[in-house]
Each structure stands twice: as structure tokens, then as C-alpha cells.
Antibody
Framework: QVQLQQSGPGLLKPSQTLSLTCAIS??????????WNWIRQSPSRGLEWLGR?????????EYAVSVESRITITADTSKNQFSLQLSSVTPEDTAVYYC??????????WGPGTMVTVSS | IVLTQSPAALSLSPGERATLSCTAS??????LAWYQQRPGQAPRLLIY???NRATGIPARFSGSGSGTDFTLTISSLEPEDFAVYYC??????????FGGGTKVE
């Protein structure tokens, strides 16, 4: 049974860097089939896909245009996890952040979500 | 690609049929998925590839459509089906996007 467990701080000040980690059990971050994604949800923006990392003989990343200048998603094969970094956060980045596995171009496994608040 | 869901809210009773629509601003082929989200929970995959039920999803949930127009049908609402439903396009591999949601109440 595949499970995703999220960790990371829930409160940030403006201009800081958001860092979240998603630990995978029951699958491998370096598997050749799925992709590993970050998605956020807020009342103002709804569900917003942020980006993915995946391994297909090499590592690849794809990011949403809205955050591509501030986002980095990395994989740690030794810990079987992947991480999100979002720099220069503002109150508009306040949201619930989810990690999710993507297979068949849909998100079949989700983490429980982390509420991140950006406030001075 | 922009996904527009209608209606924004649907008021029904248990046992009734629910029909939810999702329209894409351009063709996504059959690369459309549906999710259910209950309060305080992460979204749950119901349908992928427009019409394929995900593992463990009851047969009362069905999806149809291709190109730009898609439908999620719940044949007979159970009490646990009252939730928010989202569509998601995955026709462009590099970018994913969600609709604004339909609340079934």
C-alpha cells in the first residue's frame, strides 16, 4: 500500500523559503513509471499544480509557469523522498500543500496535506 | 488549458442522480480525471482517462466524454457522496490544471 507522509514548517514570514518533504512508502521515488508532484489549495486559487519530478533514466523536473522562478523540486533516493522549496514567499503563498503520486496522468495517491501560513 | 465546471453547486437528495460537467478550453483528448474531496481531506481520485474508475471506486461513479466536454455521473447518491468534485486535465504532459469544483450538497 503506497503512502505519502509530509513534513515541514507551517508558519513562515514573508521573503522566507518554504521547504516541505514528502516521504514515500510502498513505492520508489526513482521508479520509471510514476511522477512525484506538489499541489497546493487555497480559497482564492483553488487547486493549483506546482510541479513534478520524475526519473526516466535521468531526472526531470517540470514546473508551473506561475511559480517557475521560485520553485525547486528535488528527489532524495537514499531516503526515498522528494522535497519542495519555494523561495521569497508572500501571503499569497498561504495554502494547504499536498504531495501526490502521478500515474496514467492523474494523481492517484495524495499526502495528508500541510497547512502553510505566510504572515509577518 | 482552462477547465470550467458546472454547476458550481448542486442540491440533491440521497438516492438521486448527479450529473456534473467539465468543459476544457481546448481539446485534452481523453486525458481528464475526476476527484472527490471531503472537508478536511485530500482529494481522492475517482476517474482517470475520462472513463476509467480508479481502484476501489464504486460502480455508481462513471465518467464520459472526450475532447472538450466531460461528464461525471453518480447514479444514486449515497450520504458519503456529498462533497466537492474537481476535474483535472492531463492532456498536456508538462502542465496539469484543475477546474474550480462542483459542490454536491
Amino acid at each position: 500500500q503506497v503512502q505519502l507522509q509530509q513534513s515541514g514548517p507551517g508558519l513562515l514570514k514573508p521573503s522566507q523559503t518554504l521547504s516541505l518533504t514528502c516521504a514515500i512508502s510502498g513505492d520508489s521515488v526513482s521508479s520509471n513509471s510514476p511522477a512525484w508532484n506538489w499541489i497546493r489549495q487555497s480559497p482564492s486559487r483553488g487547486l493549483e499544480w506546482l510541479g513534478r519530478t520524475y526519473y526516466r533514466s535521468n531526472w526531470y523536473n517540470e514546473y508551473a509557469v506561475s511559480v517557475e522562478s521560485r520553485i525547486t523540486i528535488t528527489a532524495d533516493t537514499s531516503k526515498n523522498q522528494f522535497s519542495l522549496q519555494l523561495s521569497s514567499v508572500t501571503p499569497e503563498d498561504t495554502a494547504v500543500y499536498y504531495c501526490a503520486r502521478e500515474r496514467s496522468r492523474s494523481f492517484d495517491i495524495w499526502g495528508p496535506g500541510t497547512m502553510v501560513t505566510v504572515s509577518s | 488549458i482552462v477547465l470550467t465546471q458546472s454547476p458550481a453547486a448542486l442540491s440533491l437528495s440521497p438516492g438521486e442522480r448527479a450529473t456534473l460537467s467539465c468543459t476544457a478550453s481546448q481539446s485534452v483528448g481523453s486525458f481528464l480525471a475526476w476527484y472527490q474531496q471531503r472537508p478536511g481531506q485530500a482529494p481522492r481520485l475517482l476517474i482517470y482517462g475520462a472513463s476509467n474508475r480508479a481502484t476501489g471506486i464504486p460502480a455508481r461513479f462513471s465518467g464520459s466524454g472526450s475532447g472538450t466536454d466531460f461528464t461525471l455521473t453518480i447514479s444514486s447518491l449515497e450520504p458519503e457522496d456529498f462533497a466537492v468534485y474537481y476535474c483535472q486535465q492531463c492532456g498536456t504532459w508538462s502542465v496539469s490544471a484543475f477546474g474550480g469544483g462542483t459542490k454536491v450538497e
